[in-house]
Nanobody, 124 residues
């Protein structure tokens, strides 16, 4: 059974940086796509970034391009999200997600496995 566990959330000032990590277990992930999603109060869950476990192709939301970077460590089975130049509107619960398949998809519907989420709060 796939298990995903996020870590690294917290409180940061606008303009600052924060890193999130997702530890994945329970499966060989070579044919999986991994995603970081976020959900702010009153808003739908949205894709922030996604990466193919094999090959490392990435996909980013327009709102985070140039500020966030997703990466994976296949040996340690983790997926990281490096966030910089954080804005107030980046405040949300961030979720790690996984889906079997070699296509990067935006819609959360297509992701089968989810972590519990970690809060990121950006203050002014």
């Amino acid at each position: 059974q796939v298990q995903l566990e996020e870590s690294g959330g917290g409180l940061v000032q606008a303009g600052g940086s924060l890193s999130l990590s997702c530890a994945a277990s329970g499966r060989t992930f070579s044919n999986y796509a991994m995603g970081w999603f976020r959900q702010a109060p009153g808003k739908e869950r949205e894709l922030v970034a996604a990466i193919l476990w094999s090959g490392g192709s990435t996909l980013y939301a327009d709102s985070v391009k140039g500020r966030f970077a997703i990466s994976r460590d296949t040996a340690k089975k983790k997926v990281d999200l490096q966030m910089k130049s954080l804005k107030l509107e980046d405040t949300a619960v961030y979720y790690c997600a996984a889906r079997q398949g070699l296509v990067l998809l935006v819609d959360s519907y297509w992701y089968d496995y989810w972590g519990q989420g970690t809060q990121v709060t950006v203050s002014s």
